[in-house]
T-cell receptor, first 109, second 114 residues
Framework: GQSLEQPSEVTAVEGAIVQINCTYQTSGFYGLSWYQQHDGGAPTFLSYNALDGLEETGRFSSFLSRSDSYGYLLLQELQMKDSASYFCAVSDSWGKLQFGAGTQVVVTP | ETGVTQTPRHLVMGMTNKKSLKCEQHLGHNAMYWYKQSAKKPLELMFVYSLEERVENNSVPSRFSPECPNSSHLFLHLHTLQPEDSALYLC?????????????FGQGTRLTVV
């Protein structure tokens, strides 16, 4: 089976940096994805890592260490609009996406 | 707007009712998915369709019955549901069923079983 662990909530002020960690246990691991979901909205894709290292996309970066079964999403220069839930998800070679429970990020002024 | 449309957005049904959820995508994707999202729990993968063929059924009770008549449409037929089935049901699609393909989600149907 598969399991993913991520913190339930993180609070930070505007302009700060937030790191959301994700550890996973899975068979047939292929990659780690991150999705953002605002209240009442659909999850939207942020990033995907298949290889070890850091992927940067604007203010958001994602990191993967396959040997540690660990990844993180880094949110920089936090803005109020970044308040949302963030989900890590592991995929296998069959394309199955299994999600974590999500991390609620609360950005305060 | 993700290109994946779900209807209805909200649904209240009794335990003896039969209803259907609809999902539509015109992105040219070949894979479609049903997920269940309950409060404080991970999104649960229910069904996967690839090229209109069901390739995954994640031990979902038979009171949930999916249908994929073509690559653009996906249905979830509901009958004799239980109150614990109340949740947000999300449809998603991706170009294909390979591991690194981005999934596009619909806005979901908020289902309440009374």
């Amino acid at each position: 089976g598969q399991s993913l662990e991520q913190p339930s909530e993180v609070t930070a002020v505007e302009g700060a940096i937030v790191q959301i960690n994700c550890t996973y246990q899975t068979s047939g691991f292929y990659g780690l994805s991150w999705y953002q979901q605002h209240d009442g909205g659909a999850p939207t894709f942020l990033s995907y890592n298949a290889l070890d290292g850091l992927e940067e996309t604007g203010r958001f970066s994602s990191f993967l260490s396959r040997s540690d079964s660990y990844g993180y999403l880094l949110l920089q220069e936090l803005q109020m609009k970044d308040s949302a839930s963030y989900f890590c998800a592991v995929s296998d070679s069959w394309g199955k996406l299994q999600f974590g429970a999500g991390t609620q990020v609360v950005v305060t002024p | 707007e993700t290109g994946v449309t779900q209807t209805p957005r909200h649904l209240v049904m009794g335990m003896t009712n039969k209803k259907s959820l609809k999902c539509e995508q015109h992105l040219g994707h070949n894979a479609m998915y049903w997920y269940k999202q309950s409060a404080k729990k991970p999104l649960e993968l229910m069904f996967v369709y690839s090229l209109e063929e069901r390739v995954e059924n994640n031990s979902v009770p038979s009171r949930f019955s999916p249908e994929c008549p073509n690559s653009s449409h996906l249905f979830l037929h509901l009958h004799t549901l239980q109150p614990e089935d109340s949740a947000l049901y999300l449809c998603a699609s991706s170009q294909d069923r390979s591991a690194n393909t981005e999934a596009f989600f619909g806005q979901g149907t908020r289902l309440t079983v009374v």
